[in-house]
């Protein structure tokens, strides 16, 4: 690629990175502007001076240790049992054969093309016979497995030479013990792309909970910013902005540990043939 080519890709990703930074740029410049600012025509992209202001109105407001609580709740045991779950399910579509076992898989699968809006109602009355509406475990239903999880744990265990399962068998390691010693330590990068999908996914759910909570206590992170505003509907830009920021910090520090994971272990794992 010559120096034309290497500067016009640079300009593209360029453009692309800042069409993606925008919004995040406008929501922390928004949360620390004056009220005068915020509704300014043209929009000011630097703020006449910074305040937090908005910020005390947002804390005041709202309980966000009792949202980051149940938002943190529910994102940490959500990805803990889809790992746990698509790990063995994942290992026993990898290296066992059964009976009709592409069509149980095929199954799990189509479940990623129905929508959570027709299963929803569907579920809500389940768990309302079982009195699980309003808990911590209503929440956690739909989440405590993954159908993408299972999926891309077992392409990464496909990859894993069945040599070192069958060695291990003979040395007389159990199942198990295979799956949690061997095999989960070789899909380290997988296991890490999974869980921060899956985090960041949970973290930012809100149809669901808003459909199963009813009280405050429980209410996340993403239900308290959408309910974020005065009884009779109006809004509060420069709060409401300022409430994003508190909850989007844990979601990038996610993003951002993970993506270091991520790359220690392409670097630093892997099977030598």
Known sequence: MG???RLLLFLVVTAVAVVMVLPFYWMVVTAVSPASDILAFPPKWIPSRLTLEHFTVAFAKAPWLTYYQNSLVVAVVSVGCSLLFGLFAGYAFAVYRFPLQNVFFLLILSTLMV????TSVALYVLLA???WVDSYLGILAPNFASAFGVFLIQQGIKAIPLDLVEAARMDGAGEVRIVLTIVAPLLK???ATVAMILFL???NDFLWPVIVINSQELRTLPVGI???KDPYGSINYGPLMAATVIASGPMLLAYAVSQKFMIRGIALTGLKG
Do not use: E, K, Y
Request: proline letters at 5%; zero cysteines; charged letters at 10%.
């Open 129 to 131: 016979r079982i009195d």
């Open 201 to 203: 996914g949970s973290w």
């Open 226 to 228: 959408a309910l974020f």
């Open 115 to 118: 929508p959570v809006q027709v």
């Open 189 to 191: 990068t997988t296991l």
């Open 3 to 5: 120096s034309v080519g």
